[in-house]
């Protein structure tokens, strides 16, 4: 089974961008009445083909569909879920779409796997294209929570856990940040 891979995705840019983008949210939600895999990548490529190998090369994953959709005061964002990786090649391509509209409009944002190998951040404007991953958590383990009387403490293991999705927050937010700033200082790969 492939492991999913949660990506927000992050649009700046001008009001005909909104307007465009608002456009392909209404078409993804009545696309997605028939089929939720298609209906995001079908509204923003128009030779779109239902193939591992097509959705690979145009995608970056195996498949991707969105959880959530918004576009309001010149920001948009697009949740995905997506098998093996987050769809970079989507991103690359819905920032080559919407730059036609808007050259100055920047795409950035962050994901993690399910299991939390890796957790990443990317960004990408005219400047340029930049991600950047870590995977190097360790996950809490209830066994090293056991108290003196052998049962599980409970109470010290849930805090493990909100540290530990703490430190998952945290790190999208600042490798996504670093991505930002990356291509903000024209360190990023031109694409």
Not at 2 to 17: C, F, L, P, Y
Not at 83 to 88: G, N, Q
Not at 169 to 191: D, F, G, M, P, Q
Request: charged share 35%; glycine share 6%; aromatic share 14%.
């Amino acid at each position: 089974m492939a492991n999913h891979v949660m990506t927000t995705i992050t649009i700046d840019g001008n009001e005909e961008v909104m307007k465009f983008l608002e456009e392909k949210r209404k078409i993804t939600e009545e696309r997605n009445k028939d089929d939720q895999y298609l209906a995001l990548i079908g509204a923003f490529y128009e030779d779109i083909q239902n193939d591992r190998g097509w959705f690979g090369e145009n995608v970056g994953a195996k498949w991707c569909y969105h959880d959530d959709f918004w576009v309001e005061d010149g920001e948009a964002e697009i949740c995905t879920t997506s098998a093996w990786y987050y769809p970079e090649e989507f991103v690359k391509h819905l920032f080559e779409v919407c730059s036609k509209i808007d050259p100055e409009c920047s795409i950035s944002g962050d994901y993690e796997d399910e299991s939390y190998s890796p957790v990443g951040g990317f960004a990408i404007d005219k400047n340029g294209f930049h991600n950047d991953e870590e995977d190097d958590f360790e996950y809490p383990d209830e066994e090293d929570y056991v108290n003196e009387e052998g049962e599980t403490d409970y109470d010290t293991y849930d805090t493990a856990m909100e540290e530990f999705y703490d430190l998952i927050y945290e790190t999208r937010s600042n490798l996504r940040n670093k991505c930002i700033t990356t291509i903000s200082n024209s360190e990023a790969k031109v694409i």
